[in-house]
């Protein structure tokens, strides 16, 4: 089932370029049909590792529905994003205004945008230090039942969150996103590339230039504020160096949870922005492009309010189980064990592709010392 969604969205920018073709948009229509083709070649590249991502976020919704207060939060934090946006677009329609007839500001309609982006990157990500905050404390405790479990740990994860983590949560929002998007698309695109030796070797140094930033800006990052209230930079090294202590690296570099959550945020902008150009279409042909493209900005950032606690749930509970691994398997054995038996599979790919480079780096060696000799 999951494998036909993320199909249906490959399926449904490919249509949206069909129909910018026939609007004569060209330059959208080619960059819808980029999009489509980059989609495509994604899905295929990490097929096998979806069933264990559905699992992974199955598990992140019972953490989630266990817990229906953070629901709650998450619900008051799009009334808020909603409320941002009519004062949002009421500035917007001021410099569209502006821009009629004269070819006038329009560089402030991108800023304005930008504006948008960051806004809703920060209110979800808010959420996020909310929700990892409760699920870590759910699981360390042993359930929000338990007796050690802090009262009106919600109310302080919320307190937290919005003063003294808000200033890294705000600088984390400037990166983690757009890094970690080009970090998916190049492990997937690496995954698939073996007889292209060139093109192989520029693709690892972008991988490793990404691996790099990685270190410094990543989602872990926000269990880490939530938990010890680190500055973000240093959290996220932290969360990396336990990942690559630990081996649970390989597992989090598996699964591909996160890039699926992100596909649904797409799809709803999508749906969104379709709606919203359809209709411009009928009141002003000639804006259509610029209600469709910032109605898909606000759709992606309220569906991405909704989904940011089930990734949240999961960063935590992959935190968790790098730290202590007995947390899981006293919440859920049966995913303790399937978590335990991916880890020992990847970590035994990676040393069996360790071996294959150390061995082709011999033999590559010793054919160059022949031919020396």
Known sequence: MMKVSLHIITTYLAVISVFCFWAKQFFWGVAFAIGAGLQFLYIISVIERLPFSMMVLQKGVKMVWSLPE?????????????LWMALWTFGASGVV????????????????????FWTGAVLCNTVHVIVSGMVSLVLIHGGREAGSMPSNSLMKSLQYAVTTSFGS????????????TLRWEIRGFRSKICGNECLLCCIDFLFHLIETLVRFFNKYAYVQIAVSGKSFNHSARDAWELFQS?????LVAYDCSGAVLLMGCLFGGLITGTCAGVWTWFRSSD???????TSVLMGMILVGLAMVVVEGAVTSVYI?????PLLIQ???????????????????????RAGEVLSHGRFDGQIEHAFGA
């Not at 949560?169 to 970690?180: D, W």
């Not at 859920?332 to 599979?345: A, C, G, I, R, V």
């Open 330 to 352: 006293r919440w859920d054995n049966d995913f303790f064990n399937e978590m335990s038996e991916k880890l020992h599979q990847r970590l035994q790919h990676r040393s069996a």
């Open 97 to 116: 205004a502006l821009s009629m007839g004269d070819g006038g500001p329009w560089w402030l309609l991108v800023v304005l945008s930008i504006s948008l």
């Open 70 to 82: 953070v629901m709650r939060v998450a619900c008051a934090f799009i009334v808020v994003m909603l």
């Open 169 to 180: 949560i705000c600088y984390g929002s400037l990166f983690t996103a757009a890094i970690r």
């Open 287 to 293: 804006r259509v492009i610029m209600m469709g493209s």
């Open 320 to 324: 968790c189980y790098a730290v202590d």
């Open 246 to 250: 630990t081996g649970v690296e390989a």
